[in-house]
């Protein structure tokens, strides 16, 4: 139960520093840290999920692709996001 404990408070933890990272570098076109980590998680499981769904093999281990693809799916839909946003 600890270690469980442990994994979400860092997957949170890590969301929100790139959340914070998120508002920094998009400065007014940012929602906010706590908006900006809530876009980063759903970015994350989807992109994790698709990835899981439809991946393409690689020589890579699965969990360091996975962790890079769920990294990447957050920060584009934050981008992605923060462009359209009117």
């Given at each position: 139960m600890?270690?469980?404990?442990?994994l979400?408070?860092?997957i949170?933890?890590?969301a929100m520093l790139l959340g914070w990272f998120g508002d920094v570098l998009l400065k007014d076109a940012g929602?906010?840290?706590m908006f900006n980590t809530g876009i980063l998680l759903l970015g994350a499981f989807a992109?994790?999920?698709?990835?899981n769904r439809y991946g393409i093999p690689t020589r890579?281990?699965?969990e360091a692709?996975?962790?890079g693809i769920a990294t990447g799916s957050g920060l584009l839909l934050?981008?992605?996001l923060a462009v359209i946003r009117p």
């Open positions: 600890l270690s469980v404990f442990l979400v408070t860092m949170v933890l890590g929602f906010g840290v992109g994790a999920w698709l990835w890579f281990p699965a692709v996975r962790a934050l981008i992605g």
